[in-house]
């Protein structure tokens, strides 16, 4: 007398079965993505900050830097009378 174990599987039952574990990993692989969506978000939003951190940096060295040209051009032109 067979199984449980040994019993032949009918179409039905694979299907019902197959269709669970394709549900299970769709459901596995929407949690994948939520987090993965997540934590680049989070990265996003990190390096953005950073980001307009050394904008407004560079921005200030900038006006620094025209006024330092400014004062050395205003120099050469009086050394140059």
């Given at each position: 007398?067979p ?39 989070n ?32 120099l ?6």
């Open positions: 007398m199984t449980n174990q040994d019993s032949p599987v009918t179409k039905a039952e694979l299907k019902t079965e197959l269709g669970a574990l394709e549900e299970r990993v769709l459901e596995r692989m929407e949690k994948v993505e939520t987090n993965l969506l997540r934590a680049f978000r990265w996003a939003t990190t390096a953005e900050t950073k980001l307009k951190v050394n904008d407004i940096l560079v921005r200030s060295f900038d006006e620094r830097l025209n006024a330092v040209e400014e004062r050395m051009s205003e050469e032109r009086r050394t140059t009378k």
